[in-house]
Every structure is written in C-alpha cells, then in structure tokens.
C-alpha cells in the first residue's frame, strides 16, 4: 500500500525511533511500513492518521481497489 510516512515523519523532524514511540511500534515496523514491505493493520492505520491530524485516504493509497 502506498503511503506519505516518511514525508510526514520527516515534515515533523522525527526520527523512525520517535515515530515508533508515537505510536506504540518498534523502529523497525515503521521502516517496513514507510518501505512499503508491509501494511499496517486497521487500528495502527487510525493511530497513525490520529498521530498526524489527518484523514487515513490523505496518507495512504490503496492500490488493490480496481
């Protein structure tokens, strides 16, 4: 799933380990999800859209939807 993290995090002058505390995951999940290895479930799709005041359609795109 494509998404704007990154720019998001770095808009905010985070590190992936600042962002990781944001939201209650490891450094490491945030790299796979800003990487697009993986995609975040549901409810760390609404903390991440809570985190940055912003509708979750404004910071991820889903691709699979024909």
């Known amino acids: 799933m494509k998404n704007r ?4 995090r770095v808009e905010r002058g985070w590190t992936q380990e600042q962002m990781g505390q944001a939201l209650g995951v ?3 999940a945030v790299n796979a999800l800003e ?5 975040p479930s549901l409810d760390l799709a609404y903390r991440i859209a809570a985190v940055f005041e ?3 359609e404004e ?3 889903n ?4």
Do not use: G, N
């Not at 691709?63 to 024909?66: A, K, L, M, Q, S």
């Open 5 to 8: 993290l990154k720019l998001l």
């Open 35 to 39: 990487t697009e290895k993986h995609d």
């Open 63 to 66: 691709t699979h939807v024909r």
């Open 54 to 56: 912003r509708p979750i």
């Open 26 to 28: 490891s450094r490491q």
């Open 59 to 61: 910071i991820f795109e």
